[in-house]
C-alpha cells in the first residue's frame, strides 16, 4: 500500500478506502486509479484533498459514476473520491 494510500486510510477509514484490483470498477476512459476514497462529510473531503495535494496525485470525482467515459479524458487519474457517502 502506497503512503498516500495509508494517510487516506487514515482519514476515512479502511473500510472505506479500494486500493489495487479493487479500484478498476472506478477507472476513468480506462485508466484506473491507484485508490479509490469514500469521504464521508466535508471535513473528510478536504482532509483528503490536502493529503492528495501534498502527494501532487491527480484526483477525480466520482458521484454516480454515469457519465465517467464521456469528456475530455485525464492525463492521470492517481485517486478517485467517490462522493457515494456524503
Given at each position: 500500500?502506497?503512503?498516500?494510500?495509508k494517510t487516506l486510510q487514515g482519514?476515512?477509514?479502511g473500510e472505506h478506502l479500494l486500493?489495487?484490483?479493487a479500484t478498476r470498477r472506478y477507472a476513468v476512459d480506462g485508466a484506473a486509479p491507484g485508490v479509490v476514497v469514500?469521504?464521508?462529510?466535508?471535513?473528510?473531503?478536504?482532509?483528503?484533498?490536502a493529503a492528495c495535494s501534498t502527494a501532487k496525485a491527480?484526483?477525480?470525482?466520482?458521484?454516480?459514476g454515469v457519465h465517467m467515459g464521456l469528456g475530455a479524458v485525464?492525463?492521470?487519474v492517481d485517486v478517485v473520491l467517490g462522493l457515494g457517502r456524503m
Open positions: 500500500m502506497s503512503e498516500l494510500a482519514i476515512v477509514g486500493v489495487e484490483d469514500f469521504p464521508r462529510d466535508v471535513e473528510q473531503v478536504s482532509a483528503a484533498l491527480a484526483v477525480v470525482p466520482w458521484g454516480g485525464p492525463r492521470k
